[in-house]
């Protein structure tokens, strides 16, 4: 027999029952605390394996975004004409190489201002020629007008259509010129200002001159033409002999 057994009445229960129940709860609390103690382990085990996971993978470049996800550990930051996640220091160099090639490609204002006025010289200075052209070759043809008529009243015109027939090859010479001095003046004009550009336009300068004084000898011979008719001198004279057959 046990102890619990040779000891008497309710007090022998008490001890026996109340024996055999701390011995269970001992069991119970061993039980909880091998489980507690295994669950530690376990828990453990998956926090070190998701740390190990969590190393492993990669990082963003740059860490944190902003609003507009941006990142700004990166230099990043929102441009908002672009409308896009941009580096200030890489936008500036951008700037400044587009601004470059602008002053290299595309003349400046003076310049464009310079040949617009050029231009408009030019076209000034042709029309000129043509107005002093047209201007002397009416005189020349109400000069053959009279040339005409006093040929009909039988007064000698052969010295003054000799000084017209060389206005007319002067007139003729002009309008050449004038049309070269046109197209030289366009042709310089296309070209730079450079050295090889201001050449050109002396150039066209000096056909100017030559057109200009070619005009004026075609003038010139023209008051000739017209100074040299004296119609009582020059006039037709019938000789004796004519009038006697008469």
């Known amino acids: ?9 309710a ?19 061993m039980l909880m605390k091998n489980v507690y103690i295994v669950s530690i382990i376990l828990l453990g085990g998956m926090a070190l394996s998701v740390s190990a996971q969590t190393a492993t993978q990669p990082k963003p470049i740059g860490g944190d975004k902003d609003a507009h996800g ?33 002053k290299v490609k595309t003349p400046t204002s003076s310049t464009t201002a310079r040949l617009q006025a050029a231009q408009k010289q ?16 009416t005189l020349w043809s109400r000069t053959s007008s009279r040339l005409d008529k006093l040929t009909l009243q039988k ?16 007139l003729d010479e002009a309008r050449a010129k004038i049309a070269i001095v046109k197209a030289a003046g366009d042709a ?6 450079t050295a090889k550009g201001t050449a050109a336009m002396r150039s066209v300068e000096a056909m100017v001159k030559d057109a200009t004084k070619t005009i004026t000898a075609a003038e010139t011979l023209i008051s000739k033409s017209i100074s040299s008719i004296k119609p009582g001198v020059n006039k037709t004279t019938t000789s004796p002999a004519s009038a006697n057959k008469r």
């Open 70 to 102: 941006c990142l700004v550990s990166a230099g990043y930051s929102w441009n908002a004409a672009q409308k896009a996640c941009t580096r200030p220091w890489e936008d500036a160099a951008k700037l400044k190489a587009t601004t470059s090639a602008t």
């Open 122 to 137: 030019m076209a000034t200075t042709v029309n000129q020629l043509n107005a002093a052209l047209t201007r002397v070759q």
């Open 1 to 9: 027999m046990g102890p619990c057994c040779i000891m008497p009445g």
């Open 155 to 170: 007064i000698n015109v052969t010295t003054p259509r000799k000084y017209l027939a060389d206005s007319k090859l002067k």
């Open 188 to 193: 310089a004009l296309s070209i730079n200002q």
């Open 11 to 29: 007090l022998l229960f008490l001890i026996c029952n109340g024996g055999l129940l701390v011995v269970n709860i001992i069991s119970k609390i």
